[in-house]
C-alpha cells in the first residue's frame, strides 16, 4: 500500500525557512515523479514543484521559483521542500504527492494528508 | 502560464441527475489534463488522468473527454458521496497549473 507523511510544517516568521519532509512507502520510490501542491485556507489547489523519479529534473511554480527547492533522498525514499524568504501568501497546506510516471506526467494518483505552513509574524 | 478555467462554479444537482463540469484552457494542452475531486478536510483524489482514462479505483460512472482548450468531466448518475469540489489540471507543460474549482452540491 502507497503511504506519503508529510512533516515539518508550523509557524514561521515572515522571511524564514522552513524544510518540508515526506516519507515514502509502499512503492519503487525512484521510479516515479513526486510532487508538492499546496492550498491556502479556503481556496483551491496550487501546483508549488515537481522532481522526476531521477530527481535529474526539477519543475517549479513562478511563485516559488529562486525561494523553494524541491529533492529528493532514494536511499531514504524521502522527498523534501526547502522552502527560504517565506511570505504570508506561502501559507497553506502542503500536500506531498506521487506521480503515474518517472516524469510528472499524467496527475498524481497517491496524496499525503498535508502539512501547515503558517507564515505570520 | 496556462490558465484553465472552470464552470460553472457550483453546480447544485440531486442523487441520480448526470452532472457535466467544464474545463477551458487559454491554449491548447493537448490531452494533458486531468481532474481530481476533494472532499472537505481530505487530500484531493485522482478521478481522470490524460483526459479520458479513469485512475485505478475510479467508478465508471466517471468519465472525461475533451482535447485541445476544451474538456468535460461528466458523472452519469450522482451517488451521495459524489457532492464535493473538482478540479482540473493540465499537465501539458510546467507550472502544471490547477483550474479554480467547480463545488458540486444537493439540490
Known amino acids: 500500500e502507497v503511504q506519503l507523511l508529510e512533516s515539518g510544517g508550523g509557524l514561521v516568521q515572515p522571511g524564514g525557512s522552513l524544510r518540508l519532509s515526506c516519507a515514502a512507502s509502499g512503492f519503487t520510490f525512484s521510479s516515479y515523479a513526486m510532487s508538492w501542491v499546496r492550498q491556502a485556507p479556503g481556496k483551491g489547489l496550487e501546483w508549488v514543484s515537481a522532481?522526476?523519479?531521477?530527481?535529474?529534473?526539477?519543475y517549479y511554480a513562478d511563485s516559488v521559483k529562486g525561494r523553494f527547492t524541491i529533492s529528493r533522498d532514494s536511499s531514504e525514499t524521502t522527498l523534501f521542500l526547502q522552502m527560504n524568504s517565506l511570505r504570508a501568501e506561502d501559507t497553506a497546506v502542503y500536500y506531498c504527492?506521487?506521480?503515474?510516471?518517472?516524469?510528472?506526467?499524467?496527475?498524481?494518483?497517491?496524496w499525503g494528508p498535508g502539512t501547515l505552513v503558517t507564515v505570520s509574524s | 502560464e496556462i490558465v484553465l478555467t472552470q464552470s460553472p462554479a457550483t453546480l447544485s444537482l440531486s442523487p441520480g441527475e448526470r452532472a457535466t463540469l467544464s474545463c477551458r484552457a487559454s491554449q491548447s494542452v493537448s490531452s494533458y489534463l486531468a481532474w481530481y475531486q476533494q472532499k472537505p478536510g481530505q487530500a484531493p483524489r485522482l478521478l481522470i488522468y490524460d483526459a479520458s482514462n479513469r485512475a485505478t479505483g475510479i467508478p465508471a460512472r466517471f468519465s472525461g473527454s475533451g482535447s485541445g482548450t476544451d474538456f468535460t468531466l461528466t458523472i452519469s448518475s450522482l451517488e451521495p458521496e459524489d457532492f464535493a469540489i473538482y478540479y482540473c489540471q493540465q499537465r501539458s507543460w510546467p507550472p502544471y497549473t490547477f483550474g479554480q474549482g467547480t463545488k458540486l452540491e444537493i439540490k
Open positions: 504527492a506521487k506521480a503515474l510516471y518517472h516524469l510528472p506526467y499524467g496527475g498524481e494518483d497517491h
Open positions: 522532481i522526476s523519479g531521477s530527481g535529474a529534473n526539477t
